[in-house]
C-alpha cells in the first residue's frame, strides 16, 4: 500500500524490453511463455514489442528500383509534355493557315465552324473535347 501512494505502484512501472526479456529468461521455453511470472508472459506479446521497437533498414535494391522508375516516368512525362505542346503548335498553325486561305478567298464569313472551334479550344488551352469540335 505504501509503494502505491509513494507513486511506484504498477501503474508507474515501465514497460518490459522484450530483449532483455528474452536475454534474462534464457530464451523461449518449450510451451511458448517465457519463465518469468511462471509463464504469464506470452511469447507473442514479446516478438510484437520486438518488431515494434526494431527499425529495420529499407531495401536498397527496391528503393534504388523505385528510384529508376520514377527518373523514367519524369523522361516520359516531360517527352509527353513537349509532344502536346508540339500537337498545339501545329494545330493553331494549320488553323491560322485554313483562317488565311478563307480570308485570301474572300470566304471570311464561311470559315468551317469546326476551324472556328478548334481555334476557340487551342487559344483557351484545350478547354474543349474533339467530340466538341467534330459536333460543331
Known amino acids: 500500500m505504501e509503494d502505491v501512494e509513494q507513486g511506484q505502484g ?46 529495420s533498414q529499407s531495401n536498397t535494391i527496391s528503393v534504388r528500383m523505385l528510384a529508376k522508375e520514377n527518373a523514367e516516368l519524369r523522361r516520359e512525362n516531360a517527352k509527353l509534355h513537349k509532344e502536346k505542346d508540339d500537337a498545339m503548335q501545329q494545330g493553331k498553325v494549320a488553323i491560322d493557315w485554313t483562317k488565311a486561305l478563307y480570308r485570301r478567298l474572300g470566304l471570311e464569313h464561311e470559315i468551317p465552324e469546326a476551324s472556328a472551334a478548334a481555334a476557340q479550344a487551342i487559344n483557351g488551352n484545350m478547354q474543349c473535347t474533339s467530340e466538341e469540335v467534330a459536333s460543331s
Open 10 to 55: 504498477p501503474e508507474h512501472e515501465k514497460e518490459l524490453n522484450a530483449k532483455v526479456l528474452y536475454d534474462v529468461s534464457g530464451g523461449l521455453s518449450t510451451h511458448g511463455r517465457f519463465a518469468i511470472g511462471f509463464g504469464a508472459v506470452r511469447a507473442a506479446d514479446v516478438r510484437a514489442a520486438a518488431k515494434e521497437n526494431n527499425v
